[in-house]
T-cell receptor
Framework: NAGVTQTPKFRVLKTGQSMTLLCAQD?????MYWYRQDPGMGLRLIHY???????AKGEVPDGYNVSRLKKQNFLLGLESAAPSQTSVYFC??????????FGPGTRLLVL | AQSVAQPEDQVNVAEGNPLTVKCTYS??????LFWYVQYPNRGLQFLLK??????LVKGSYGFEAEFNKSQTSFHLKKPSALVSDSALYFC?????????????FGRGTSLIVHP
């Protein structure tokens, strides 16, 4: 039982490049979330999903897209990376919107 | 709307002394309340939660939290701090009546336990 996994762990991008962050969970959770963590800002919700095939915007969705084609996977895409997207990205999942289980994070540096 | 405040960016305590990390919340209805801990370069880990029932909730690693409805607080406590407790602590709230399953997180409190 791996819980929540994220790939990659670390990535460096140039401004304008695109990439996809992958989150996978093996707990059969309906809810999945993408957050970014910046110093002094706490956790900010980017997008979330309440089930396979459904996604919704969170607090800071601009510049990001997501997809939930399979229940166990939640993908976060950056179409054209900007330096302001330098951050640590966390994925989480939960059953019924209660206790969240977090992945180890992806550190992204946009130059 | 739901919100949560952690009024202290940093808490310093000596090893062996009791510790308190403060959290206050605001919801329209009744709250679900959570504490999470984040060690350096790691994801958040669940510590404890209040759903209903006993106001004193016990969690992992000897931590506990007291739900106080009149003061809208959910402070995290531990009777005797360890150096290994040094980490970033997040309080989160979700409004049960709101019908949303999205919690709101505080900005986090850095706990530093000195040997």
């Amino acid at each position: 039982n791996a819980g929540v996994t994220q790939t990659p762990k670390f990535r460096v991008l140039k401004t304008g490049q695109s990439m996809t962050l992958l989150c996978a969970q093996d707990m059969n959770h309906e809810y999945m979330y993408w957050y970014r963590q910046d110093p002094g800002m706490g956790l900010r919700l980017i997008h979330y999903s309440v089930g396979e095939g459904t996604t919704a915007k969170g607090e800071v969705p601009d510049g990001y897209n997501v997809s939930r084609l399979k229940k166990q996977n939640f993908l976060l895409g950056l179409e054209s990376a900007a330096p302001s997207q330098t951050s640590v990205y966390f994925c989480a999942s939960s059953y019924g919107g209660e206790t969240q289980y977090f992945g180890p994070g992806t550190r992204l540096l946009v130059l | 709307a739901q919100s949560v405040a952690q009024p202290e960016d940093q808490v310093n305590v000596a090893e062996g002394n009791p510790l308190t990390v403060k959290c206050t919340y605001s919801v329209s209805g009744n709250p679900y309340l959570f504490w999470y801990v984040q060690y350096p370069n790691r994801g958040l880990q669940f510590l404890l939660k209040y759903i209903t029932g006993d106001n004193l909730v016990k969690g992992s690693y000897g931590f506990e939290a007291e739900f106080n409805k009149s003061q809208t607080s959910f402070h995290l406590k531990k009777p005797s701090a360890l150096v290994s407790d040094s980490a970033l602590y997040f309080c989160a709230v979700r409004d049960r009546q709101r019908g949303s399953y999205i919690p709101t997180f505080g900005r986090g409190t850095s706990l530093i336990v000195h040997p």
